[in-house]
């Protein structure tokens, strides 16, 4: 018989299960190649999202509401179809993500809400707005809950946090140029003969397009299929087994489903998550019509925002 205790032989298997085991000089320098090569461009990303989808807080208070005779009430009818859509299609989007590729999925989607947000500057009516407010919410719907998935197969639990806060930084990044890019951009009113609410639109979602063709090359795919080699691969999936089941493929079972809808730190991430979003995006879409509430010009209402969106 073996002499060797339950966890030397463990050891043995690979089967290492401590937060000790995992923070080695060689775990650590692997977290720090995923991180080179993950947040730099997922973040890029969702600022543009971010940047693409609060923009019309901007467009608002130089002249889009009034062009298009759209009252206040109908104002903010535009802005809640947005996220009635984002909401509905997020659980599907990620579903087809894990159907599919992030290296190709999450740059489409980038793709295609950029040419959305062109359309945003093409729109003629209230009704064109609404329209479009919708099919913008669907298009992005899929890359925050897509790059939290991908962080998952990534990242052990105790590591996702960090990276995920990192990330969300994006929006804030958002805030502080979009306002100096409205303030520029509102400039060209009437150059070629359109608004400067219309540019504001129609140049923020040109970069957004151009990123997402360079974001191709650049946006990670699944782990075994990056270029990581053989041993940086099987440690990958070693942290995985050891300290969560993202890495597994499951069956999808309504059994899960229902196990989610009850668990009430489900319910109470939901809460917190909205709380802070309810800020964030209220703060977003209305602080430059407040601003200019206030008694400044339009122009004027973008500098402070810079510095507010920016604490």
């Known amino acids: 018989m073996s002499s060797k ?8 298997k690979g089967s290492l299960t401590t937060a000790h085991d995992f923070n080695t000089p060689e775990d650590r320098a692997l977290i720090r190649k995923i991180d080179f090569r993950l947040i730099p461009i997922l973040m890029l990303l969702y600022l543009l ?25 109908e104002y903010n009818t535009s802005l809640a179809l947005y996220f009635i859509a984002y909401v509905v ?10 159907r599919f590729n992030p290296q190709v999925w999450l740059p489409t989607l980038t793709l295609l809400w950029g040419i959305v947000s062109v359309c945003q500057g093409l729109v003629k009516d209230k009704a064109d707005l609404f329209g479009i407010r919708v099919l913008l919410g669907i298009t992005e719907a899929g890359l925050f809950p897509g790059v939290i998935y991908v962080f998952s197969v990534y990242y052990r639990r105790r ?19 979009g306002g100096i890019l409205a303030f520029a951009i509102g400039k060209m009113d009437v150059v070629g003969g359109r608004k400067g ?10 970069l957004t397009v151009v990123i997402s ?3 191709y090359f650049v946006v990670p795919t699944w782990p075994h299929k990056a270029k990581f080699v053989y041993s940086e691969k099987k440690r990958l999936s070693e942290r995985l087994d050891a300290d969560s089941d993202a890495g597994l493929i499951e069956k999808f079972e309504w059994k899960y489903v229902r196990q ?20 964030l995006y ?19 209402a973008h500098g402070p925002t810079i510095d507010a969106m920016d604490i």
């Open 282 to 300: 209220s703060y977003s879409l209305f602080l430059p019509t407040i601003i200019a509430g206030l008694g400044f010009a339009s122009w004027q």
């Open 260 to 279: 989610a809808l009850t668990d009430h730190l489900v319910w109470g991430y939901a809460f917190l998550f909205h709380g802070f979003a309810f800020v």
């Open 213 to 215: 063709l360079l974001a």
């Open 49 to 73: 999202s971010f940047l693409d989808k609060t923009n019309i807080g901007n467009a608002k208070i130089v002249g889009l509401t009034t062009d298009l005779h759209v009252s206040p009430s």
């Open 159 to 177: 590591e996702r946090g960090r990276r995920v806060a990192v990330f969300f930084g994006g929006a804030a990044l958002a805030g502080a140029f």
């Open 197 to 206: 609410w219309e540019w504001i639109f129609i140049l923020e979602a040109l």
């Open 5 to 12: 205790t339950p966890s030397e032989k463990g050891t043995e």
């Open 89 to 98: 299609f997020e659980v599907p989007a990620n579903i087809i993500l894990k």
